[in-house]
Protein backbone atom coordinates (compact mmCIF):
# COMPACT_ATOMS: atom_id res chain seq x y z
CA UNK A 1 0.00 0.00 0.00
CA UNK A 2 1.86 3.10 -0.87
CA UNK A 3 2.00 6.30 1.60
CA UNK A 4 -0.99 8.07 -0.36
CA UNK A 5 -3.76 5.22 -0.67
CA UNK A 6 -2.73 4.91 3.06
CA UNK A 7 -3.26 8.24 4.47
CA UNK A 8 -6.86 7.54 4.53
CA UNK A 9 -6.94 4.77 7.22
CA UNK A 10 -4.23 6.54 9.48
CA UNK A 11 -6.76 9.88 9.69
CA UNK A 12 -8.96 7.66 10.52
CA UNK A 13 -7.71 6.13 12.74
CA UNK A 14 -7.03 9.02 14.86
CA UNK A 15 -10.37 10.08 14.04
CA UNK A 16 -11.49 7.71 16.08
CA UNK A 17 -8.42 8.27 18.80
CA UNK A 18 -9.30 11.96 18.85
CA UNK A 19 -13.62 11.44 19.47
CA UNK A 20 -13.64 8.60 21.88
CA UNK A 21 -10.48 7.48 23.43
CA UNK A 22 -9.03 10.39 24.32
CA UNK A 23 -12.35 11.56 25.53
CA UNK A 24 -12.71 8.76 27.63
CA UNK A 25 -8.90 8.94 29.15
CA UNK A 26 -9.25 12.94 29.53
CA UNK A 27 -13.33 13.05 31.01
CA UNK A 28 -13.67 10.09 32.54
CA UNK A 29 -9.94 9.14 33.31
CA UNK A 30 -9.88 5.70 32.15
CA UNK A 31 -6.46 5.10 32.14
CA UNK A 32 -6.54 4.88 36.12
CA UNK A 33 -9.31 2.83 36.88
CA UNK A 34 -9.04 0.11 39.04
CA UNK A 35 -11.66 -2.32 37.17
CA UNK A 36 -9.64 -4.82 35.82
CA UNK A 37 -11.26 -8.39 36.49
CA UNK A 38 -13.04 -10.63 33.99
CA UNK A 39 -15.36 -8.52 31.47
CA UNK A 40 -15.93 -5.58 33.79
CA UNK A 41 -13.30 -3.35 31.52
CA UNK A 42 -15.53 -3.90 28.67
CA UNK A 43 -18.97 -3.00 30.18
CA UNK A 44 -17.32 0.46 31.60
CA UNK A 45 -15.79 1.16 28.95
CA UNK A 46 -18.84 0.66 26.92
CA UNK A 47 -20.87 2.61 29.38
CA UNK A 48 -18.59 5.50 29.09
CA UNK A 49 -19.21 5.14 25.37
CA UNK A 50 -22.90 5.04 26.23
CA UNK A 51 -22.27 8.51 28.27
CA UNK A 52 -20.25 9.69 25.20
CA UNK A 53 -23.25 8.95 22.53
CA UNK A 54 -25.92 10.01 24.95
CA UNK A 55 -24.04 13.65 25.45
CA UNK A 56 -22.95 14.17 21.90
CA UNK A 57 -26.45 13.57 20.87
CA UNK A 58 -28.46 16.12 23.04
CA UNK A 59 -25.82 18.70 23.93
CA UNK A 60 -24.81 20.26 21.09
CA UNK A 61 -22.31 22.90 21.17
CA UNK A 62 -20.85 21.63 25.00
CA UNK A 63 -18.39 19.58 25.87
CA UNK A 64 -18.57 16.29 27.30
CA UNK A 65 -16.08 17.29 30.34
CA UNK A 66 -18.99 20.43 30.54
CA UNK A 67 -21.82 18.21 30.18
CA UNK A 68 -21.31 15.49 32.95
CA UNK A 69 -20.31 18.75 35.19
CA UNK A 70 -23.39 19.88 34.64
CA UNK A 71 -25.63 16.62 34.92
CA UNK A 72 -23.28 15.46 37.92
CA UNK A 73 -25.63 15.01 40.57
CA UNK A 74 -29.05 16.14 38.27
CA UNK A 75 -30.70 12.27 38.25
CA UNK A 76 -33.85 13.96 36.32
CA UNK A 77 -31.93 14.58 33.67
CA UNK A 78 -29.67 11.64 33.32
CA UNK A 79 -33.17 9.64 33.47
CA UNK A 80 -34.56 12.19 30.75
CA UNK A 81 -31.51 11.03 28.35
CA UNK A 82 -32.09 7.35 29.22
CA UNK A 83 -35.97 8.05 28.18
CA UNK A 84 -35.24 9.48 24.74
CA UNK A 85 -37.64 8.15 21.80
CA UNK A 86 -35.17 9.34 19.36
CA UNK A 87 -32.42 7.27 21.16
CA UNK A 88 -34.64 3.62 22.16
CA UNK A 89 -36.74 3.93 19.42
CA UNK A 90 -39.60 3.59 21.98
CA UNK A 91 -41.10 5.84 24.98
CA UNK A 92 -40.41 4.55 28.65
CA UNK A 93 -42.90 1.73 29.35
CA UNK A 94 -45.00 1.73 32.19
Not at 18 to 29: A, C, E, I, K, Q
Not at 72 to 77: A, G, L, M, P, S
Amino acid sequence: MSIKRGEPHIRGHWTIENRVHHVRDVTFDEDRSQVRTATLPRIMATLRNLAIGLIRHHHHGKTIAATTRHLHRRNDELLTLLDTPTITGTSRMN
